[in-house]
């Protein structure tokens, strides 16, 4: 009963949040009883814990997750991946998939990570950039727009990762010779 009371308040402030009447979401703790139950959100929140280490994405993301908002943890790192991306590029004025693929561009990159004169270079600039796009469009966009996306911790887990891997992989990379 209680799980299935926290179930519907976490629903109605991510409701609330995406119809504009929210600006935040109250992280509402489970109950210590309830996380005896599933030892594996406390797995999850550990490994959360271990792994993830870049502050742009705890910031933004912990609270979310360990508070069972899965979805919008998900959808909060890759927000912070596609801010970091428009900041280093000064890109700010594009976003989505279209940013990544004009910062990443394989022709005429603004940001890349080597000089792509071998074909494994053009190859590396190609590849990051279709996987920048592909978690535009097929990560951040469904859980911008579809409630509950996102449904255990360990997918959430996944693509929080994922969203880490390429804002480290963003931070290193520097402005493109022509």
């Known amino acids: 009963m209680i799980s299935r009371a926290i179930s519907n308040i976490k629903k109605l402030q991510e409701f609330a949040l995406e119809i504009g009447l929210s600006r935040a979401i109250l992280a509402i703790a489970a109950p210590r009883m309830m996380l ?10 550990a490994v959360f814990a271990r792994s993830v280490s870049e502050v742009e994405i705890i910031d933004v993301s912990r609270d979310l997750f360990a508070s069972g908002h899965y979805s919008l943890s998900v959808q909060e790192a890759y927000k912070a991946v ?39 270079e053009q190859d590396e600039q190609k590849g990051y950039m279709y996987l920048y796009m592909g978690s535009m469009i097929g990560i951040r966009n469904p859980v911008v727009h579809e409630f509950g996306w996102v449904e255990s911790g360990g997918q959430a887990l ?16 520097k402005e493109a010779k022509l």
């Not at 996944?158 to 990379?173: P, S």
């Open 36 to 45: 005896l139950e599933d030892h594996q959100v406390e797995e999850d929140s």
């Open 82 to 120: 596609e801010k970091y991306v428009q900041f280093k590029s000064g890109k700010e004025n594009l976003s989505g998939s279209s940013l990544m693929s004009t910062i990443f561009s394989a022709a005429n990159p603004v940001l890349s990570w080597t000089d792509r004169k071998t074909p494994s």
């Open 158 to 173: 996944e693509l929080i990762l994922f969203a880490q891997h390429l804002l480290r992989k963003a931070k290193e990379a």
